[in-house]
């Protein structure tokens, strides 16, 4: 959830700024080459390089029940398809709420949600895994989100430990990756 807070955060300064030149964040796909933290958008089927991982989400849809699990009134369910693929060299310890969903809410400033914990299908990524080096690995993460929304996105924030200020628990926010999507009921 500490991952949510900082995501939602580093999304609204983001979005804040205007796209500009040396002196702020640009916004263009791929982020700055100053070594700043970037913005990267992409769209289902497109592969996005974080730090750790390639990954694309291969499609979304979205429901009123899922495995066992039923959306409470005036809630549905999407469900993104997600491919992982290691790049790091290394493994890389992963948790199901890596990637959060966020839709754009005029009401109330835009909403977010991270994914459902695991155990509602086999299909879901687990709580916590490691995704070992070069591996490969292809699975479900499910949000409820309200009823009335239909277009989304589905965000990652690369967190780095902060190696100059080790009490900082929050570590050092990198590239923030964005693929949005409409998820058509099925």
């Known amino acids: 959830m500490r991952r ?9 300064v983001a979005l804040s700024l ?11 796909p791929g982020g700055g080459d100053d070594g700043e933290p970037g913005l990267k958008q992409g769209l289902p089927g497109d592969t996005l390089s974080t730090q750790w991982f390639d990954f ?29 693929k290691n790049t790091f060299g290394n493994p890389v310890d992963m948790w199901g709420d890596d990637f959060a969903i ?3 809410d005029p009401d109330q400033d835009g909403g977010a949600a991270p994914a459902l ?14 995704l070992e080096i070069d591996e490969i690995r292809t ?6 989100v309200p009823q009335d929304f239909r277009d989304f996105t ?14 900082n628990l929050d570590g050092v926010e990198g590239d ?5 999507f409409t998820a058509e009921e099925k």
């Open 154 to 167: 589905l965000a990652f924030q690369e967190i780095f430990e902060d190696t100059e200020n080790p009490d």
């Open 4 to 12: 949510l807070a900082s995501l939602l955060l580093a999304l609204a």
């Open 56 to 84: 694309t989400v291969d499609g979304a849809y979205s429901c009123a029940r899922y495995g066992s699990y039923t959306a409470a009134d005036g809630n549905k369910l999407v469900v993104a398809t997600l491919t992982l």
């Open 117 to 130: 914990p695991e155990g509602i299908s086999g299909e879901q990524f687990p709580d916590e895994y490691v």
């Open 102 to 104: 966020l839709w754009d």
């Open 139 to 144: 699975g479900q993460a499910v949000y409820e």
């Open 176 to 180: 923030t990756f964005l693929v949005s």
């Open 18 to 28: 205007p796209a500009c030149g040396q002196s702020g964040l640009d916004l263009s």
